[in-house]
């Protein structure tokens, strides 16, 4: 068959199945665009899971009536302008494509009248037809909703869809999540005329044990415990569930109040149930973190995220909780606490139920752990002071393709980097392409330049270590390797001046400190490695410290993960810059290769 290129209304169908996949998506997109139009009350109902109808009414800010129109356009969007916003999001939407895609696979009509004016206005459209045109609405506050027969257009995707019921199941468990992280929003769900759920608001902070009992049962606030944590600018709080009561599933983790399903967490929060081998597990978790530590643009659904440090969050998680399960339940002194689960942990026997700290507790490098009964709950992850920010009534626009391909490209792996203080053109050129995840290639006045991402990599990590020097950086979980051989004095001083201390105890070499240049890696991928060829490699010696550090540079920037894109690339030659400042053009030219094109031309190579 040849090549042709897709029709719109199929490329949009196909779009659309990222975001849309059975009614609760719709239903997920929807709310958020209710929370982010400040609305404080929200009535979802559903007929047939959803399937036939699902109805959001809400009464938030409303949309322009010369806005409705462009709210079904991909892309089109009144919650960022560039793509620097998408470093600082305070919406939960912000990609422009919800309503788009619910459109190209569904009847939609939105009615919405905008706060302060006195006319409300409708939209109707069917399967992404263009005929869109908008009437009078008799809608007195905020927007409605109505989204009908969702996948009548692709049979396909139709068959996909599961019973009624369970539909249904899925939409009420997001609303949950949703009536837990908002409890200044009232939430009410009705499934073929039945009204099944009614959340009332709460507007004071000692309401909001009311509205959990309310939301998740009596049992539920007898028998659990509030925590909040703090490390750096990373503060988990929520509850969890005396792990000797069977409550039906209560699982929920937000991250600055958005529902999401991270690997990273559910990593961390089932190895610290693991830790204790407890079978309920249930919790409510706030990871709450700076906007810029966190990407949300990992995918349409937004349910994905991506970390700038996994490990830290990771580590600090079970942590928190493993501190949480073992001080507030009662697990039994007999119960060994072995924390060498998935290999990363000490194995450390404990015998009493009150004091278990780690060494890195000790030094405080955990974090200030508060255990606040519920009853003060004032610090509730401020949600009713932080009621969702309204935006200010800001018009849609399109976000157009060079912004979209910044968000899609530069940013998604690219954590709290300016794209204003990327790499100087002046200084080195303009960057071009990244060739094979190793080099970029630039042009510079008619110059063509191609600068090695290892060399750049290994500059910057000398450069490091000659700064700042290996100091040891404690970690929150000590790292546990099987290792059955000996290490020798010798390659305990190298080790020692690397920076790294550990223990070795019963066949398992245990890290308690590494490096700092390490601390920000994955230890996984540098520590097995660097045991393999600095441990067991025994005749490895070194002439003096330089020696040693040279060498440990070369592991370091050989077990570095490739380059991904070119902005990550752009990213590491900005550090560059920054890192040796006045040296920088001196360092730049042994990092840099230029062709010369006028010798090639001569040649007849070009
Ligand atoms: N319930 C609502 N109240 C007020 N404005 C709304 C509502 N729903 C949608 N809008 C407006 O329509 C625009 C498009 O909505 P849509 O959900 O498609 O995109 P988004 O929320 O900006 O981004 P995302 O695709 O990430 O959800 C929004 O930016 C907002 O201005
Ligand atoms: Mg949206």
Known sequence: MRIKKLSTIVANQIAAGEVIERPVSIIKELVENSLDAGSDSIDIKLVNGGKSLISIKDNGDGIFKDDLKLSLVKHATSKITTSNDLLYLSSLGFRGEALSSICSISRIMISSIKNGEKQGWQIYNEFDSMDTNIKLSNILEGTLIEVRDMFYNIPARLKFLKSDKTEYINVEKLITAYAISNPHVSFSLSHNGKLLKKFNRVTDNNDVEKRLSLILGKRFIDNNSYFKSTFEKIVLSGWVVNPDINLPSCQFVF?????IKDKVVNHAIKQA???YDIIN??????????????DINVHP??????????????????????NMLIKNHKIKNEVSLDLSNDNQCTSIKEHTTTNYKTEEDEKGCIGQQENIKLESLNSYPSLIDAKRKKLEPSRIHYFDAYERNETQNSLTNNFGVNPENRIDNNILGKPITLINGYCVMLTCENRLKVVSLLKVSKALCAQKIKNHGLESKPLLIPYKLNFNELVS??????MEVLGFKFKLLENYLTFTHVPNILKDKK???????????FCLEQNFIFKNNSDLFENFTDFIVKQAPKINNLSEAIHMIACLESEFEQETQVILDTVTTELNLEELIGQNLL
Do not use: A, C, M, W
Request: no cysteine.
């Open 301 to 322: 659904s937004k349910y994905e995220v991506r970390f700038s440090n996994n490990r830290i969050l990771h580590d600090f998680l079970v942590s928190t909780l493993s």
């Open 255 to 259: 991250l600055n109040g958005r529902v």
């Open 523 to 533: 230890l996984d991928q540098y520590l097995e490695e660097f045991v393999r060829i």
């Open 489 to 494: 004095n010798k390659q305990r001083d190298y």
């Open 273 to 275: 149930y693991k830790r």
């Open 281 to 294: 597990q249930n919790y409510i978790i706030f990871v709450d973190l700076p906007k810029d530590q966190v």
